[in-house]
């Protein structure tokens, strides 16, 4: 019998957003044992340590016990990977390369290693196929289930998805899990590219109805009810185009806001970032506090982070309750269930507000589909799927001449940790609801 020591992972071979078990199994009998991760991912390379005791038997379980010392301090086997800290670069792929997001385990024991082991993260399941959307009006890209996910119909239920201020295409990480839990996924770009707005600056919602229409249009996808998923500025645009697209029946909005703003512009008014007919959404402009201008320019030159949340939290105070009344989106008119994901930390905008106050309207309604604002303790701005590093999430570089801005995002690795896992368990489940009737 070999009684070598072993590290054992279950599943060896997970999707991205799956959790993943390590146990340490043969080892010496109530000794310590640092386990290291290592893994490229997005140009970089990451790492972690959790150091633990060995019981009576010589096994270990990370999911059970509580850290000696490491990177993180809770049993949780996924901490080796959304505690991880960048240590170094490596040449980025154009997409990704096939060992991107491969976790690579060792194990010491007195300094000596004596097992290892590999976890290989999978972005899409077999079969999910990615396609350019050849459409003259629209900047998208369609991603599919494998044939064999579709439904007794041979139908796939169909969800857009929406990316936030950056611009350009939304997510492929999200899209490709989407698609491997069944989903048919337009990732639609709204502006930022060739042959849409150079900013998000009175972007037509018409454009967002073409793309549902397309979508339903689709052979293979069930044309009604469909879905809509989007991220910070692009989960505003998401709650919007639910309210105006009767296809649209289940909406699902991470640090979204319930009130439309004005287009991505700090320090002046460039009008509506959407438009119905040519004319401008009705929005609450934004406000600079006494002295923002100056504590932007000295932290800049510090290189200290910025928070623009009081931008929009005075732009709220200053309007008069007509104009706030005339931008709240009517959320009551989605026609199904709707999610709304918030950090208590949001720096970037007061997104956790706003949704409390879009779920007072849904109660005063008696909405009658389910509802639900979830609001995750120590998470910030930037909430994504999981399993991903989490500690740099903290910050984000915004491009200036000379060196960036770093806006301040708000929470903490092990908060983003939390919320990356709760929201997306409960944006599946939502979808699952809404999109399967």
């Known amino acids: 019998m070999d009684d070598s020591p072993l590290i054992v992972v279950d599943p060896a071979r997970p999707l991205v957003d799956e959790r993943f078990a390590v146990r ?18 997005d140009g970089g390379l990451w790492a972690a340590s959790v150091t633990i005791r060995t ?13 000696l010392a490491g990177t993180y301090d809770t049993a949780d086997t996924m901490g080796l990977v959304w505690s991880a800290e960048r240590i170094g670069d490596r040449p980025a792929a154009h997409e990704r390369t096939r060992t991107d997001g491969n976790v690579s385990l060792t194990a010491t024991v007195g300094g000596r290693r004596v097992a290892s082991a590999t976890v290989e993260h999978r972005f899409q399941r077999e079969g999910v196929t990615v396609e350019s959307v050849d459409h003259p009006k629209l900047v998208a890209r369609l991603y599919e289930p494998p044939a064999a996910a579709v439904d007794d119909d041979g139908h796939h239920p169909g969800v857009v998805l929406l990316g936030g201020s950056s611009g350009g295409f939304p997510s492929r990480r999200v899209a490709s899990l989407l698609a491997s839990r069944g989903y048919a996924v337009l990732a ?19 454009y967002v109805e073409s793309a549902v229409e397309w979508l339903a249009a689709r052979n293979h996808v069930r044309p009604d009810p469909l879905g809509v998923v989007g991220w910070s500025r692009g989960g505003e645009l998401a709650l919007l185009a639910a309210t105006r697209c009767d296809r649209l029946r289940t909406a699902v909005g991470y640090a979204p806001s319930a009130v439309t703003f004005q287009g991505n512009k700090l320090l002046s008014d460039p009008g509506s970032a959407w438009t119905v007919d040519g004319e401008g959404v009705p929005y609450v402009p934004l406000a600079r506090p006494t002295g923002f201008r100056c504590r932007a320019v000295a932290g800049w030159l510090q290189g200290q982070p910025l928070s ?21 989106i009517p959320v009551e008119e989605i026609g199904g269930p709707v999610l709304l994901v918030t950090g208590d930390d949001d720096r970037v905008w007061p997104a956790d507000t706003l949704a409390t106050r879009a779920m ?4 005063a309604a008696s909405y009658p589909h389910t509802y639900d604002h979830l609001r995750v303790p120590g ?13 740099e999430r903290a910050t984000r570089p915004f491009p200036l001449p000379g060196r960036p801005l770093a806006l301040d995002m708000g929470g903490t690795p092990a908060g983003y940790a939390r919320a990356d896992a709760q929201a997306w368990e409960r944006t599946l489940e939502v979808l699952d609801e809404g999109l399967y009737p």
Not at 24 to 41: H, S
Not at 360 to 363: F, G, I, V, W
């Open 308 to 328: 623009v949340r009081p931008l929009f939290e005075r732009g709220l105070a200053q309007a008069s309750e007509k104009r706030v009344r005339a931008a709240t």
């Open 188 to 206: 639609l770009a709204y502006f930022g590219r060739d042959g849409l707005p150079d900013r998000l600056v009175e972007v037509p919602l018409e």
């Open 379 to 391: 998470a910030g701005h930037d909430i994504k799927v999981p399993y991903h590093p989490t500690t």
């Open 24 to 41: 340490l199994a043969g080892f010496p009998p109530r000794r310590r044992v640092t386990v290291r991760a290592r893994m490229p991912l």
């Open 55 to 67: 019981d009576d038997d010589g096994t270990a379980d990370l999911d059970s016990q509580r850290p």
């Open 360 to 363: 007072a309207r849904l109660d």
